[in-house]
C-alpha cells in the first residue's frame, strides 16, 4: 500500500470510527445520569464522552494497533515513536451535550511526522459528515466544500470560544470578542470548536480565532479547512503550533486584516468578587 493510497485509508477507518462514536451520542443525548467536572468549572465530562471515546478507540486500534493516540479521556496511548498519531475528541462540545443543546461532535484527526492529514468531524444531531485529506479536498456529506468568498472584515461572520481558565486570566478573548463584534456583521460562541472550524470550511464562518484548545479539539478541523482553501495560522500569521493552544482560521481572503485586529487587542482585566465561603 503507497502512500497516497494510504490516506484513502485512512480517512475511512477515520470515518468508520466518527460514525461509531456519533452513534453513541445518540444514544445517550437526554439520558446522562453522570455528568462530573474535570478539574476547572464547566470542564465537563460524561458517561457519553467516555463510552464514545471506547467505541472510537476500538476502530482506531482494531485497523492500526501500532500508531499513536491521544485521545481527550484516556490520554496517551500506542507507541511513542510512531509517526502516527490521531488527536480523538470523542465529544467536543460537552456542556452543550449536558445540557441538550444539539451543538457537539466527535472530532477525529490524523497527524503524520506532526502535520495534520486526515481529519473527520461528526455532527450526529445535524446529521453532517465533514472530511478532508490531504491533497483530496474537503466534503459535507460526501459533496465538496469550499470556504466563502467574504473579501473584508465588516462583511464577515466570525466565531470564537472562551477557554476553561477564562476566570483565572486576563488572557481570556473577552476583550477580542468585544472589539471584532464592533468591527464585523457578528460573532458567534458556538461552544464547539470542531464544529465552528467545519463551518469554516463549508462557508457558513469567514474565520474563526481561539486561544486554550488541544490538539484533540483542531487536528482534524485545520485539514478540513485547508483543503477547503481556507488558512491556519498563529495569530500574528505565523506557522500554527498545536502546542500553543491557539489558532487564526479564516477564508484566506481576512486572514491579514483578521490577524492585525487581534494584535491591536488589549487584554480585558476583570476583578473578579472573591467567592463566598460555604
Not at 105 to 130: M, N, Y
Not at 175 to 189: I, K, N, S, W
Request: aromatic share 8%; charged share 20%; proline share 4%.
Amino acid at each position: 500500500m503507497n502512500f497516497e493510497t494510504s490516506l484513502d485509508h485512512f480517512l475511512d477507518i477515520a470515518t468508520e470510527a466518527a460514525l461509531a462514536g456519533g452513534a453513541i451520542l445518540q444514544q445517550y443525548w437526554g439520558q446522562l445520569e453522570n455528568i462530573q467536572e474535570k478539574g476547572r468549572p464547566g470542564d465537563l465530562v460524561t458517561e457519553a464522552d467516555q463510552a464514545a471515546e471506547q467505541a472510537i478507540l476500538a476502530v482506531i486500534q482494531r485497523h492500526f494497533p501500532q500508531h499513536q493516540i491521544l485521545a481527550e479521556e484516556s490520554g496517551w496511548q500506542g507507541q511513542q515513536d510512531s509517526q502516527f498519531l490521531w488527536a480523538i475528541d470523542p465529544l467536543d462540545g460537552t456542556t452543550n451535550y449536558a445540557h441538550q443543546y444539539p451543538f457537539s461532535a466527535t472530532s477525529i484527526g490524523l497527524l503524520i511526522e506532526g502535520i495534520p492529514q486526515v481529519g473527520v468531524i461528526f455532527d450526529p444531531f445535524h446529521r453532517e459528515l465533514f472530511r478532508a485529506a490531504q491533497g483530496r479536498g474537503a466534503t459535507r456529506n460526501r459533496q465538496p466544500i469550499h470556504v466563502s468568498n467574504t473579501s473584508t472584515l465588516a462583511n464577515s461572520l466570525l466565531v470564537t470560544g472562551f477557554a476553561y481558565d477564562r476566570r483565572e486570566t486576563d488572557d481570556n478573548n473577552y476583550a477580542e470578542f468585544c472589539h471584532l463584534t464592533h468591527l464585523t456583521q457578528g460573532v458567534r460562541r458556538g461552544g464547539a470548536a470542531a464544529i465552528d472550524l467545519a463551518y469554516v470550511a463549508c462557508g457558513r464562518l469567514d474565520g474563526y480565532w481561539e486561544r486554550g484548545l488541544s490538539p484533540w479539539d483542531i487536528a482534524a478541523g485545520i485539514i478540513l479547512v485547508q483543503e477547503a482553501g481556507g488558512r491556519v495560522t498563529a495569530y500574528d500569521q505565523s506557522p500554527q503550533q498545536l502546542s500553543s493552544g491557539r489558532l487564526l482560521v479564516t477564508n484566506g481572503l481576512i486572514h491579514e486584516a483578521l490577524s492585525q485586529a487581534l494584535m491591536t487587542v488589549k487584554p480585558l482585566a476583570i476583578d473578579w468578587p472573591a467567592q463566598a465561603e460555604a
